[in-house]
């Protein structure tokens, strides 16, 4: 060939656009996949974690055993209240007054302040023999509701039972201002003054309380005792003879 032919240029193979495309999605994949790490083998854990990894699990599951058993048993402090409430009541109604002071008791843990409760307590106490708690009991009612008539009323039975008249005496006034029309404080504050030999005001307050309920026989007994303590004894037994006819 001679020197001064000019060289032939190969034409550069033109690529489709789309395959293009494809080629340049391609490589930008392979460069973002991530690069794989080599694979641990498995091995044994030492004995110590294997115990405490088994504890720490059994704990957990103990855990939530007991929280699902107190789900079940959890009343609240009101719902308590009422059944220890109710329970007190049937047992002091059936006449068990150990059983029901226990109750009542347990009622004054969850509510200090209950009145009513300190008051049943006294009485519950009282009836099973304790009259010292009852006493106890019942002037800690009278503290939290000092209007209470039946707390005094109850308390001035249980100081007469010990001979503590004055203090008795003291209570039934205060019954008297607190529910002057009934008849049971006047009867009460007649018993204590017989009691005390102080006839005349025995017989006044008794005959108060008669006024009140004239067709009771133990008012009308009662006015019949004082009646002979006096030495009347036709009165005496005009009131005895009431009595009679009015069990009758």
């Known amino acids: ?103 009542f008791s347990a009622l004054l843990k969850l509510n200090l302040k209950d009145a009513w409760a300190c008051q049943m307590l006294g009485r519950s106490l009282g009836k099973a023999g304790d009259v010292s708690g009852a006493i106890t009991w019942l002037r800690a009612a009278i503290e939290k509701a000092p209007q209470e008539p039946e707390s005094h009323f109850q308390l001035g039975v249980f100081l007469s039972h010990t001979e503590q008249f004055q203090e008795a005496e003291a209570e039934f006034l205060k019954v008297i201002e607190l529910v002057p029309d009934e008849s049971k404080g006047h009867y009460r504050l007649g018993v204590v003054y017989d009691q005390m030999g102080e006839y005349d005001k025995a017989l006044a307050s008794l005959q108060r309380a008669l006024q009140l309920r004239p067709q009771s026989p133990k008012i009308n007994q009662r006015l019949g005792f004082v009646c002979e303590g006096k030495g009347d004894h036709a009165g005496a037994l005009k009131y005895f003879k009431k009595a009679a006819e009015l069990e009758n």
Do not use: C
Not at 5 to 31: L, V, Y
Not at 46 to 56: A, D, E, H, I
């Open 1 to 103: 060939m001679s020197g001064n032919m000019k060289s032939e240029k190969r034409p550069t193979p033109r690529i489709p656009a789309a395959a293009a495309n494809e080629k340049a999605a391609a490589q930008a994949e392979a460069a973002t996949e991530p690069i794989a790490e080599p694979r641990l083998g498995r091995v044994e854990a030492p004995s110590g974690m294997k115990l405490r990894t088994v504890v720490l699990n059994v704990g957990k599951t103990f855990g939530r055993l007991v929280n699902w058993y107190a789900s079940l048993t959890e009343v609240d402090r009101e719902d308590m209240a009422d059944r220890y409430r109710r329970q007190a009541i049937a047992e002091f109604e059936m006449q068990h007054y150990a059983e029901a002071a226990d109750s």
